[in-house]
């Protein structure tokens, strides 16, 4: 058997989560994944619970009901809209679309792994610009785009929580237009981004290089049942939704994310619970002689540590607090952890636990 040559040196991409270690304890407070800190909203947890009848029924394969609903959500026509098994799904099959081994793909890093893995899986040539803030490196990073080629962007950024501007965006996506490259902008945290609105989403409608990617794992805390959406030009979606897999998304994840993008007030109450918890974790930690804080934007933190990362997480895992190590992460190191931003109980663990370290 013949396996294809990129397939060959393709490792998964580690990622936090209460099943990236061996037998974890139910008992666990999970600080690596970065989850609305209000978990799902009522609504859909009840719409779950009284519509177990769909089980025995195949899903809607176009997610037709939820993209009317994304359409009055996002003001972007439903024939730009796909929905997916997960945000992660949409990297993997806009990669598999759009690159291949002549493609020249940028990435800033530290980042997201999964650009990075895709691309690699459609041949594409990746390079790597390193940065912790992107927001101060952009002319810079912009000199670098490629011709006939994609960039990858996530804002605000997972791990570092930076985030950049509407302005600086908009500079990236012309210039690359006039290169002939795609811009791929990951937005999955931004509706927990507490103190702007930096969504370039209003753009989809100008620049036909661009797609973003959107996520209800995090915003609406729906990570169980795998469900995000993208959106980009008519040209650009069609090939998308062409190319998914059949029934890719289930019937009760599309009720799921219907009901939570329809509840009232529940990102406003999200992000004002985001802003206290943030601020309480960023204050206490710092005041810890063995950890800085990144400035983070949004419902995570990434720490500098005194402590081996790894080492830190097994300390804390006995006291059943799971952190996310980052040593794994392309462009740091062993001297960094992330940390979602939890409710106030759950924080006031995590910060006593770190004291006593």
Not at 2 to 7: A, E, G, I, Q, V
Not at 41 to 59: F, H, Q, T
Not at 175 to 204: G, Q, R, T, W
């Given at each position: 058997?013949?396996?294809?040559?990129?397939?060959?040196?393709?490792?998964?991409?580690?990622?936090?989560?209460?099943?990236?270690?061996?037998?974890?304890?139910?008992?666990?407070?999970?600080?690596?994944?970065?989850?609305?800190?209000?978990?799902?909203?009522?609504?859909?947890?009840?719409?779950?619970?009284?519509?177990?009848?769909?089980?025995?029924?195949?899903?809607?394969?176009?997610?037709?009901?939820?993209?009317?609903?994304?359409?009055?959500?996002?003001?972007?026509?439903?024939?730009?809209?796909?929905?997916?098994?997960?945000?992660?799904?949409?990297?993997?099959?806009?990669?598999?679309?759009?690159?291949?081994?002549?493609?020249?793909?940028?990435?800033?890093?530290?980042?997201?792994?999964?650009?990075?893995?895709?691309?690699?899986?459609?041949?594409?040539?990746?390079?790597?610009?390193?940065?912790?803030?992107?927001?101060?490196?952009?002319?810079?990073?912009?000199?670098?785009?490629?011709?006939?080629?994609?960039?990858?962007?996530?804002?605000?950024?997972?791990?570092?929580?930076?985030?950049?501007?509407?302005?600086?965006?908009?500079?990236?996506i012309l210039l690359a237009k006039k290169k002939n490259?795609?811009?791929?902008?990951?937005?999955?945290?931004?509706?927990?981004?507490?103190?702007?609105?930096?969504?370039?989403?209003?753009?989809?409608?100008?620049?036909?290089?661009?797609?973003?990617?959107?996520?209800?794992?995090?915003?609406?805390?729906?990570?169980?049942?795998?469900?995000?959406?993208?959106?980009?030009?008519?040209?650009?979606?069609?090939?998308?939704?062409?190319?998914?897999?059949?029934?890719?998304?289930?019937?009760?994840?599309?009720?799921?994310?219907?009901?939570?993008?329809?509840?009232?007030?529940?990102?406003?109450?999200?992000?004002?619970?985001?802003?206290?918890?943030?601020?309480?974790?960023?204050?206490?930690?710092?005041?810890?002689?063995?950890?800085?804080?990144?400035?983070?934007?949004?419902?995570?933190?990434?720490?500098?540590?005194?402590?081996?990362?790894?080492?830190?997480?097994?300390?804390?895992?006995?006291?059943?607090?799971?952190?996310?190590?980052?040593?794994?992460?392309?462009?740091?190191?062993?001297?960094?952890?992330?940390?979602?931003?939890?409710?106030?109980?759950?924080?006031?663990?995590?910060?006593?636990?770190?004291?006593?370290?």
């Amino acid at each position: 058997m013949k396996l294809n040559p990129t397939f060959s040196f393709h490792k998964p991409v580690p990622h936090g989560g209460i099943y990236s270690i061996s037998n974890p304890s139910p008992d666990i407070i999970d600080f690596s994944s970065n989850i609305n800190p209000l978990g799902p909203s009522p609504k859909a947890v009840k719409a779950i619970k009284s519509n177990s009848s769909i089980l025995s029924v195949y899903p809607d394969p176009e997610s037709v009901k939820l993209r009317k609903i994304l359409q009055k959500y996002t003001k972007i026509p439903e024939s730009q809209i796909v929905v997916g098994n997960g945000a992660t799904e949409i990297i993997h099959n806009f990669c598999r679309a759009f690159l291949s081994s002549k493609t020249k793909v940028l990435i800033p890093i530290p980042n997201f792994g999964e650009y990075e893995a895709a691309a690699k899986l459609s041949g594409a040539k990746v390079t790597y610009f390193k940065t912790m803030d992107l927001e101060k490196d952009i002319d810079n990073f912009i000199s670098k785009i490629p011709t006939n080629g994609c960039i990858f962007i996530c804002n605000p950024n997972n791990p570092t929580g930076y985030l950049i501007s509407k302005n600086n965006l908009r500079k990236i996506i012309l210039l690359a237009k006039k290169k002939n490259s795609l811009v791929f902008v990951d937005e999955c945290f931004i509706e927990l981004v507490p103190k702007h609105n930096e969504s370039i989403l209003n753009m989809i409608k100008k620049y036909e290089n661009l797609m973003i990617l959107r996520s209800l794992t995090k915003s609406f805390g729906l990570a169980g049942i795998r469900i995000g959406y993208g959106v980009g030009s008519k040209k650009l979606i069609s090939i998308l939704n062409k190319i998914k897999i059949p029934w890719n998304v289930s019937g009760l994840a599309q009720l799921a994310a219907s009901e939570s993008l329809s509840t009232a007030n529940y990102l406003l109450k999200s992000k004002k619970l985001v802003l206290k918890e943030l601020n309480y974790l960023k204050t206490n930690i710092s005041k810890l002689e063995k950890f800085e804080c990144l400035d983070s934007t949004s419902n995570f933190i990434l720490i500098k540590s005194k402590i081996n990362s790894t080492v830190l997480q097994k300390k804390l895992l006995k006291k059943n607090i799971l952190i996310r190590d980052c040593s794994n992460i392309r462009g740091l190191n062993n001297n960094f952890i992330r940390i979602a931003v939890k409710t106030r109980k759950e924080n006031q663990k995590l910060v006593r636990a770190l004291k006593e370290i």
